[in-house]
Structures are given as structure tokens and as C-alpha cells.
């Protein structure tokens, strides 16, 4: 096909004299499609103590509720073979404090912003949706905003947003009909509905979904009988999942429902461009901000790298352009 032959030829249109890194998704322009993955890197702000993360094409906040939460007993991180399994419980010092104390740190910073946020219902969503739309100038501090649609519905036994298609619409749509910044739904894999999920997003008005979150998962310590984690069951992240998001990023954006942030086990640049290949407009990476701190800015020049060897000029010529 001659789509597939322009990728290592010499006739792909160039942008400028550099590589064109920039993706759109929806209505959400970044500069680069790597984006650090919520609860794993603060608001960045730490991170810039290693290196201008700045240069990220956004950064996930930590999920915010309303009010302030203390997250689940201890143990809340436990190693794994190939991954690391948290209950971190949602910790979180609540929206007014995002609002006040870390947003203008991390604007000091030239950081771009996606806000993520969860409640315990959909009026608990709203709520947060009305504070968010008091910050001055929204639009430039704000990238977007991610719900957390993984974390349990309290008044509905617990069960996750993303399970109930029905949910995530009116979670969706009402978010979106408050606030005037794009909106992005993040899915559990642990319902086997993120097509169903995904379209009810696209109706409630989302500009793009996030896959994966955590999958659960559970350790024992056979010195003391006792759960690996406070919370007895937890959410894997890490290498061990990275098979599992690839599969749900390729069966989603083959669907082109809505475009696709994927992320789940990318370590380094190959990660990230298997993802993209698979069909993922932009990435997220997780876990391995705990274990290299300047991934983020290793797998940009990665990515640019690679571009440039196969004389690549734009990064959107690699997107979903998997061979099957
Ligand atoms: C310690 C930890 C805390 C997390 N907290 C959140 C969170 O607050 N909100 C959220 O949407 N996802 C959260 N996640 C999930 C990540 O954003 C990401 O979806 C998942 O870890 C998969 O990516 P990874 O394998 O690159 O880590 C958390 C993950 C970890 C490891």
C-alpha cells in the first residue's frame, strides 16, 4: 500500500527543517505526544529538580477530589515481578489545593496541565467542575481535564464509573457542559466494555480517552500470611501490563471512537512508539517515573531520534499505522 511505503521513504512532508512531534487529539493540541500519567509524578513540579518538565507534551495531575482524602492503610506499594502493585487509596489534599498551591508552582514552570479529577458520584463531579471553573484564565493554565472514571462509584456499590456506559455519558456531558476546556475520559481495564465505554464518552462530549488504569491485582507474603498491601487488593502497573494495554489500545482505536492516550508499561522510546503504532494518539508513562526520573525527556529525544533516522518528518506518519 503506498501509505505504508511513505514511511521509510524520502517523500513525507517535512515541517519546517525539524521533526514534527506535535499530535492533536481532538481538540487538544500538545507539543509532543508524551504526557506523565496521573498519580505518578505529582504536578511535575518536583520532577523539574531532574529535569524542564516543561518539556513534556502535558502533565497528568494527581486524581482531585473535593475535599481532602488520606487514601487506604499501609502497606500501599509492593514490588512485583514485573511491575509494581499500589493502594494508594486516592490520596489526595483535595481541589482547593490543586487550585491555591500547586497549579500556580507548576504555571511558575511553564508546565502544561491536565487536571485530573474523581468523585464519589456525579454530583461530587460537578461540584469540582464549578470550583475548576473559577481559576482565572482557564484556558491557558489548563490543558484539559481527565475524570477519573476507574475509581468506585460510592453510591452505587462500588462499582467503577467506567463499567456503567450510562454513567460515563452523564458524567461526561455534565462535566463538559460546565466547563469550557476539553475533556478526557480515563477507562478501567477491568471491565471488558471500553468500546461501549469509550462511545458513551464521545456522546457526553469527551475529546479523547485514557487506557489503561491499574489493573487489579492482589500478592501474599508467605512469612506472615498477610495481604502485600494494606488493602488487600491493589492496581498493577508496570511492564508486567504492557501487553494488555497495547491490546485494548489497538482494539479501541480501530473503532477511530474517539482518540486514544495510551499507557501502561512504557519504560522507554520503543514502548512509546509501539503504542503509537498501535494506534495511540499520544502516551502516558506511569511507573517508570519511579525508577528513572528523566524518562520523560529520554523518551522524547528517543522518539525524535528514531524519526530522524528513518527520515520521518512527522510523528502523525507513525500513528495507527500498524500492518496487519
Ligand atoms: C502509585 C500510582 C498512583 C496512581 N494514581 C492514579 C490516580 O490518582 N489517578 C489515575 O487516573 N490513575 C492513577 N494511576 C494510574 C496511572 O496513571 C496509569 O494509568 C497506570 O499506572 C498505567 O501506567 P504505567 O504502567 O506507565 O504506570 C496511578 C498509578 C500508580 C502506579
Known amino acids: 500500500m503506498t501509505e505504508q511505503k511513505s514511511l521509510f521513504s524520502d517523500e513525507i512532508t517535512r ?5 514534527n512531534l506535535s499530535v492533536k487529539l481532538g481538540k487538544i493540541k500538545l507539543d509532543n505526544p508524551v ?12 520532577y523539574n529538580n531532574f529535569y524542564n518538565t ?3 507534551g502535558a502533565v497528568t495531575t494527581k486524581s482531585y477530589s473535593l475535599e481532602p482524602m488520606e487514601g487506604n492503610p499501609p502497606p500501599r506499594i509492593y514490588e512485583t515481578a514485573a511491575g509494581v502493585l499500589n493502594s494508594i487509596g486516592l490520596q489526595n489534599d483535595g481541589i482547593d489545593a490543586f487550585i491555591k ?33 473559577k481559576i482565572e484564565d ?30 460515563v455519558r452523564e458524567i461526561v456531558g455534565s462535566v463538559v457542559n ?21 462511545a458513551a464518552a ?13 489493573v487489579v491485582g492482589m500478592a501474599v507474603d508467605i512469612k506472615t500470611f498477610r495481604p502485600g498491601l494494606g488493602n488487600i487488593l491493589g492496581g498493577l502497573s508496570g511492564p508486567a501490563i504492557k501487553p494488555i494495554a497495547l491490546a485494548k489500545v489497538y482494539s479501541l482505536a480501530r473503532e477511530k471512537i474517539l482518540p486514544v492516550i495510551g499507557m501502561g508499561g512504557i519504560f522507554n522510546w520503543e514502548d512509546a512508539l509501539e503504542f503509537l503504532v498501535a494506534g495511540a494518539g499520544a502516551v ?9 526520573y528523566d524518562a520523560g525527556k529520554r523518551i522524547i529525544e528517543g522518539l525524535r531520534n528514531y524519526l530522524e533516522s528513518r527520515k520521518i518528518y512527522d510523528i502523525n506518519e507513525v500513528i495507527g499505522r500498524i500492518r496487519t
Do not use: W
Not at 150 to 163: L, Q, R, T
Not at 284 to 292: E, L, R, S
Open 54 to 56: 516543561a518539556v513534556l
Open 178 to 198: 460546565i466547563l469550557n476546556i476539553p475533556v478526557i475520559a480515563k477507562l478501567s481495564p477491568n471491565q471488558d466494555n471500553i468500546i461501549e465505554a469509550a
Open 101 to 133: 498551591k500547586h497549579l500556580p508552582g507548576a504555571e511558575k514552570l511553564g508546565i502544561k496541565i491536565i487536571l485530573s479529577i474523581f468523585g464519589q458520584d456525579l454530583r461530587e463531579f460537578d461540584k469540582i467542575a464549578y470550583r475548576i471553573l
Open 15 to 19: 515541517s519546517g527543517n525539524g521533526i
Open 138 to 167: 482557564i484556558r491557558e493554565k489548563i490543558t484539559a481535564v481527565e475524570l477519573n472514571l476507574s475509581c468506585p462509584n460510592i453510591k452505587k456499590g462500588g462499582m467503577a464509573f467506567s463499567a456503567v456506559p450510562g454513567e
Open 202 to 214: 464521545r456522546e457526553g462530549g469527551a475529546q479523547a480517552v485514557s487506557i489503561i488504569n491499574t
Open 284 to 292: 502516558g508513562i506511569g511507573t517508570v517515573n519511579f525508577i528513572q
Open 35 to 46: 504526557i506523565a500519567c496521573s498519580g505518578t509524578f505529582g504536578c511535575g513540579v518536583e
